[in-house]
């Protein structure tokens, strides 16, 4: 099994003016420590249901950028990218150029939004769940086909593309995380465009049943369940306190289900320590899973 960090708040000793060297701390150990990959959030408000709203919350992508230069090998994608944020050809655009500028790092990881409060806040627009997850498979096949020789027409219920030029493409071929556990459209959605479907691990009985409904939408979708990795993002609460014989205990069922990816956050004030810590005790033991 491997391991995924996931930064969740920037509320970090220092205030704002130590956020830039921080996260450039936490990079480059994510890195040394062995991570499979590192992502970010995609807001514009800190999540009002666990933090304070007004708590530091960076801009998803341009965050990336920063850390792709102070990294070398580590893999980056935005968890999850909101469909709502941006049309999805400039968003094909700007993972291409993520994935350009960091030799061929860059990850799609993709879901429907949720958070209406900073929507309106901003002006966006928050259409109903139904038209969000439409909009997702939409969004979907305009990076798949930006990203491939076919630079034609897009004609879709509610994205319409005149062109899907895109220069430079991705360095390799890109793959796609499917973010979020709907069992009947957005699993089916993993199923048939992605290369991962990611899930919240709330308990080892739900992620069993997630790949169990996931397999059956890969089977009508005629493709092999194993092309479709699994990860999951880690809530509990073993790794803030300290605990890291007790976190691998609580990985093992997810390994033996077939997880191959944990993805943790490192919820605390000074997070380099944390992140040291996973590389020292956490790491080498999910690795033997």
């Known amino acids: 099994m491997q391991l995924g960090l996931h930064v969740a708040s920037f509320a970090w000793a220092g205030g704002p003016a130590a956020i830039g060297q921080t996260l450039g701390d936490v990079a480059q150990a994510a890195e040394a420590a062995g991570c499979e990959h590192l992502s970010v959030m995609d807001h514009y408000f800190q999540m009002d249901a666990m933090f304070a709203v007004d708590d530091p919350m960076l801009e998803a992508y341009t965050t990336l950028g920063f850390v792709a230069a102070c990294t070398e090998r580590v893999k980056l994608h935005v968890l999850a990218t909101g469909v709502t944020y941006r049309r999805p050809g400039l968003l094909a655009k700007i993972v291409a150029t993520l994935d350009a500028l960091s030799g061929g790092r860059a990850e799609l990881a993709i879901g429907a939004a949720w958070y209406e409060r900073e929507h309106r806040g901003l002006g966006v627009p928050f259409p109903p769940i139904g038209e969000r997850i439409e909009r997702l498979e939409e969004a979907i096949r305009v990076c798949l086909q930006m990203w491939s020789d076919d630079d034609g027409p897009f004609e879709g219920k509610h994205y319409r593309l005149a062109e899907t030029l895109c220069s430079p493409k991705p360095l390799g071929r890109l793959r796609v995380i499917v973010c979020g556990g709907g069992e009947r459209r957005t699993l089916r959605l993993a199923a048939r465009y992605g290369d991962e479907s990611n899930v919240i691990a709330r308990s080892a009985d739900e992620v069993a049943h997630k790949l169990e409904v ?44 077939g997880v191959q990816t944990v993805v943790v956050m490192p919820l605390v004030e000074q997070p380099v320590a944390f992140v040291e810590r996973l590389g020292a005790e956490v790491v080498p033991a999910l690795a033997g899973l």
């Open 214 to 257: 996931l397999r059956a939408h890969c089977a009508d979708a005629g493709r092999d369940p194993g092309e479709v990795a699994m990860s999951v993002l880690y809530t509990g609460d073993a790794l803030i306190k300290g605990d890291s014989d007790r976190f691998v205990r609580e990985m093992q069922p997810l390994a033996d289900l």
